[in-house]
């Protein structure tokens, strides 16, 4: 099935859900966020290395995406917090058994590696 999105052409659905989760952050974002609702500033402490500016453009892109949703609450300092949608929550299944097939792998390269 083609796809139109965002200004672009995909040539199968495979190829427009991996350009919507692809990226050295939006995975490990949507994955801490599977444990329930987080903060801007918590999400920022458990990726460590991320800049704000990076940060802050991965959930704006996630959440363009519909995969998270914010919600600012009137208050000062500001209050943001970021929490997964139904579609956002429909990709921690793969996720699971990516971490899983990740333990697998890693077991196998570890042995390998002792040798």
């Not at 939006?26 to 609702?37: A, E, M, P, Q, V």
Request: net charge positive.
């Amino acid at each position: 099935m083609k796809i139109k999105y965002d200004g672009k052409a995909y040539a199968c659905s495979f190829e427009f859900a991996l350009d919507i989760v692809s990226g050295k952050w939006k995975g490990l974002i949507l994955w801490h966020l599977s444990f329930g609702t987080l903060r801007y500033s918590e999400i920022r402490r458990n990726l460590g290395k991320i800049t704000e500016k990076m940060l802050t453009q991965t959930l704006r892109e996630l959440e363009k995406h519909r995969l998270i949703t914010r919600k600012i609450y009137p208050v000062v300092p500001p209050k943001v917090e970021y929490t997964l949608t139904e579609d956002g929550e429909k990709l921690i299944p793969i996720f699971k058994q990516m971490q899983a097939w990740g333990d697998e792998l890693g077991s196998k390269i570890a042995v390998l590696n002792e040798s």
